[in-house]
């Protein structure tokens, strides 16, 4: 075994009593130190060698690359080398080599140990450096969320995105330069946390005491047609929105454009199954698109963004997603799904007209779609007529599915 196999050490939460005696003589040991230049003050004492992490860690991975097996390197990694830490991308990076792995205790130990808090509903996200987290969806959805923040996400600008939450009661428990002497615990009200101001160094944790208190607390598609806000817009049943859901075959993590949101109502089961995803709604009437953002705000889902315009010249070039959901075309079906098919991509069109039912089935035999499914949906419903029932039919849509692989 080489010697001078570097180390990555957690270096714990801040105060250096968090730092067992195993990391302590790895770092003591080493020649040279590299970390923070917060973590590098900590042990300026030992008169090493350091390298500052600055911005760019493509130096610090040359570096260690072309001197591990020479000098002794220690690098020094805030709280934990398990959780959002630095360990991740060297080891990535630097395969080969044979990185030693110190633990080291989190700011999110240390809070929740302090707070006596269990760890065992807890689910952790860090908005460090990452706007792809839906934090509003996270947390309508666990009991307890820990938030690692920073750059630009500070708890009082999470805190203001959480009042979106309003048929849920939050508490915020902010922990700030934990372990240091200024140390400081804050709790309240996301509408408390909101008007605060705390220093860089702080982690939250949020409380979300009723997770089935929402809108639609449950798994199924197919939302009752009533739990929307309606107007004169044109709206999905129910029966067939779980059809359409069924047949886009959505993963948490999925990415979904929508041609011809309407109400919304398929766009908020989509935001709703999609939730660590995002969906993209395009639609181009001016009260349709009101009308979805008001039930976008009654879920209160922050993984949907609505387009206004007409597709296909009005879908952002640039855009990036795995699932085309076309309820509405405008008369530009084969347009429509030309401009989608140079990507992979699962495609799902609801038509009523036979007309739009072969433009569709055309454009995606011409674009190479395999797979291709056509399930036509007739659907009945109740109605009483006195002391009894009768069956009222919803006008039949054809579902048409199919893969670009």
């Not at 160094?201 to 047609?225: E, H, Q, R």
């Not at 709604?281 to 009101?290: D, F, H, K, T």
Request: aromatic content about 6%; some cysteine; charged content about 20%.
């Amino acid at each position: 075994m080489n010697n001078n196999e570097p180390y990555i050490v957690g270096i714990g939460p801040g105060d250096k009593g968090f730092l067992y005696p195993l990391a302590t003589a790895a770092i003591e040991k080493a020649d040279v130190l590299i970390g923070g230049k917060r973590n590098l003050e900590e042990f300026a004492h030992l008169r090493k060698k350091t390298i500052s992490i600055d911005r760019s860690l493509q130096p610090i991975v040359e570096y260690i690359e072309n001197n591990w097996q020479q000098e002794k390197i220690a690098v020094l990694a805030s709280g934990d080398t398990g959780l959002f830490s630095i360990n991740t991308y060297l080891r990535k990076k630097l395969p080969s080599v044979p990185f030693q792995v110190l633990p080291g205790i989190s700011s999110l130990q240390y809070l929740m140990a302090k707070e006596n808090l269990s760890w065992n509903e807890l689910k952790i996200v860090s908005l460090h450096g990452n706007d792809k987290v839906n934090i509003i969806n996270t947390v309508a959805t666990n009991p307890v969320t820990a938030i690692f923040t920073g750059n630009g996400n500070a708890p009082a600008s999470i805190a203001g995105k959480l009042k979106a939450l309003n048929y849920v009661d939050l508490d915020i428990t902010v922990g700030e330069n934990l372990s240091y002497p200024e140390e400081r615990i804050i709790k309240g009200t996301p509408q408390e946390i909101a008007d605060l101001e705390f220093g860089p160094l702080n982690i939250m944790i949020v409380n979300n005491n009723d997770c089935d208190k929402k809108p639609w607390p449950y798994l199924t598609a197919g939302l009752p047609d009533n739990i929307f806000i309606r107007d004169e817009v044109p709206m999905t049943k129910s029966e067939v929105r779980a059809l359409i859901m069924s047949k886009l075959r959505l993963k948490a993590n999925s990415r979904v454009l929508e041609i011809g949101a309407g109400t919304g109502s398929c766009t908020i089961e989509m935001g709703l199954l999609a939730n660590e995803g995002k969906v993209f709604a395009l639609e181009r009437n001016s009260q349709a698109i009101e009308l979805c953002q008001k039930n976008i705000s009654k879920f209160a889902l922050d993984n949907i963004t609505l387009i206004e315009g007409t597709a296909p010249q009005d879908i952002p070039e640039d855009l990036e997603y795995d699932r085309v959901f076309i309820g509405g075309s405008g008369g530009n079906m084969h347009d429509i799904i030309r401009k989608i098919s140079d990507k992979k991509l699962r495609l799902v069109v609801s038509a009523i007209t036979v007309e739009s039912v072969s433009e569709a089935i055309g454009a995606m035999e011409e674009m190479g779609f395999d797979n291709i499914e056509i399930v036509q949906a007739a659907i009945s419903r109740s109605r009483k007529a006195g002391g009894k029932h009768l069956m009222l039919a919803i006008n039949p849509i054809t579902i048409i599915s199919g893969d670009l692989l």
